[in-house]
């Protein structure tokens, strides 16, 4: 049995979940203020123009809290999955490593976050449409400027979610695990204004959005970031992560 094979099985577990609705219902919610109060972005003191501050309010609201807490609670449902009826043991039983296991959840984890961001750029364009006939002011972007912003947050949230599924695979108790995932969301707004935002992976996307908005409106999808301290640093923590999950995993079932 292959990683290919362990992904495809991974898939159809959580169909009888309902991890695609706590992905889904959060965006809605977001999006529904944004719609309401479209008038306050016609006083922006950034100086950007209406459709932008209407756009990066909400995207900065996704990288900073709701992006990284989806992740936390997706991580803890996976790792969950398994310990129902005891289905971890049953896999583990399985002629494939644990290794593989947590490998085939993690892509399972990166898939479902790729979802979020997908679902999160399409209701932009209704939510700007239903405010572009509120305000009588065209709030629409270019889908090229939108999917770059999706794909920056995505692909800068990789190690913070290799680090949210070491937590949720090392700590067992799920309350414990979603109140440090959590946790560690807080200090991402010190983070970001310290030289060593690059040492913590949970300030990545808000860090990379809040320095493309503090751009100027020409250049403000130009990720002039040095990439030399974070690139390293990114893969490193995702890589520790990844091997220190696939220890763990099944440690304390296999026993």
């Not at 085939?104 to 006939?133: D, E, N, R, T």
């Not at 680090?163 to 109140?179: D, K, M, N, P």
């Not at 200090?187 to 959005?209: G, H």
Request: net charge neutral.
């Amino acid at each position: 049995m292959n990683l290919l094979t362990i992904f495809s099985i991974e898939l159809k577990k959580i169909r009888r979940t309902h991890i695609v609705w706590v992905l889904l219902i959060p965006l809605i919610l977001l999006w529904i203020p944004a719609v309401l109060n479209v008038d306050s972005n016609f006083s922006n003191a950034a100086g950007l123009s209406p459709e932008m501050n209407f756009f990066f309010q909400m995207y900065l609201g996704m990288s900073w809290f709701l992006y990284p807490a989806s992740l936390v609670v997706i991580t803890v449902m996976l790792n969950q999955l398994e310990r129902t009826n005891q289905g971890i043991l049953k896999m583990l039983s399985l002629p494939v490593s644990a290794a593989e296991l947590c490998l085939g959840k993690f892509l399972v984890l990166l898939l479902l976050s790729a979802f979020q961001m997908v679902c999160m750029a399409a209701l932009y364009y209704p939510a700007a449409a239903i405010a572009s006939h509120s305000a009588g002011y065209d709030f629409i972007l270019p889908l090229s400027t939108v999917l770059y912003e999706t794909l920056v947050i995505y692909i800068s949230s990789i190690p913070m979610a290799s680090f949210y599924w070491l937590i949720a695979v090392c700590i067992r108790t799920s309350v414990f695990s979603v109140g440090i995932g959590l946790a560690t969301i807080v200090p991402t707004v010190l983070f970001i204004n310290s030289k060593l935002w690059f040492a913590y992976p949970m300030c990545y996307p808000y860090y990379i959005m809040a320095q493309l908005l503090e751009q100027p409106q020409t250049q403000v999808y130009n990720l002039s970031i040095d990439l030399c301290p974070l690139v390293p640093v990114a893969v490193a923590v995702t890589l520790v992560c990844l091997i220190l999950s696939c220890l763990c995993f099944g440690r304390s079932e296999r026993r």
